[in-house]
């Protein structure tokens, strides 16, 4: 997946920043935008899927590359 | 309705600083109502100037370069040495610092609330800690926790 809106690089960043980074993106996004997430803290696999549940927001597509983890966000 | 969390910070020390407000940043990140009660030691988590320290005296599960015996760390020194040492390696591996997730939890509208009998105990006045807390006793986090999804105590 390549299309998005915004892109956030979290790398180097350690619990809880992914999640409080994402939710402050999401916030100045509209409903249907996407937001190309860049996680490098392996805690992030559980943590964003979960973040995700909670908020109502839609998790499209995951993937690892170069032990960075690429999450693809869809704003509910 | 929005879920709600409720956390009791007991304790002062860096360590024990970071749980509440990681739990209570991230709570409020997924849309909960959250607010902390600060008693006891606790308190110090809300002062404007953080001075947290972490010490190995008494902690036998704190990892040291080198074993450090007991008698050893009472050396004056060892405990500015330790939380030296903590500060750096939680930078080096990109966690928050206390200040920031506090700052956080603040915008998020996190509701730090100050235990007044521990205020009045340690005699804090109210300019020692950062604006926009409130006071309250045990009636006002029981009132809150009884409706409260998740209650902890830290």
Redesign the interface.
């Known amino acids: 997946m390549s299309e998005f809106d915004i892109e956030l690089d979290t790398s180097?960043?350690?619990?809880?920043?992914p999640?409080?980074k994402?939710?402050k993106a999401l916030s100045t996004m509209t409903t249907g935008q996407r937001l190309h997430l860049i996680v490098?803290?392996p805690g992030a696999n559980k943590d964003i899927p979960a973040?995700c549940k909670?908020?109502g927001n839609s998790l499209l597509d995951t993937n690892e590359l170069d032990g960075k983890i690429h999450f693809f966000l869809e704003k509910g | 309705m929005a879920k709600k969390l409720a956390i009791i910070a007991s304790k002062g020390t860096l360590d024990g600083a970071y749980p509440p407000f990681i739990l209570a940043s991230t709570a409020a990140a997924l849309g909960f109502e959250v607010k902390i009660f600060f008693t006891f030691y606790g308190l110090q988590l809300l002062k404007k100037e953080l001075s947290l320290k972490v010490s190995p005296l008494g902690n036998p599960a704190m990892p040291m370069p080198v074993p450090i015996p007991s008698i050893v760390q009472v050396i004056p020194g060892l405990e500015w040495f330790a939380t030296w040492m903590m500060k750096r390696k939680l930078k080096t591996k990109g966690v928050a610092s206390v200040e920031e997730l506090r700052d956080i939890c603040v915008e998020s509208g996190v509701e730090l609330i100050a235990c007044q009998m521990t205020v009045d105990l340690f005699d804090f006045k109210n300019e020692d800690f950062i604006e926009g807390i409130s006071s309250g006793g045990a009636a006002t986090f029981l009132e809150f926790s009884s409706e409260a999804d998740t209650t902890l105590y830290i």
């Open positions: 180097g960043m350690n619990c809880p920043l999640v409080l994402a939710r490098t803290d973040f909670m908020t």
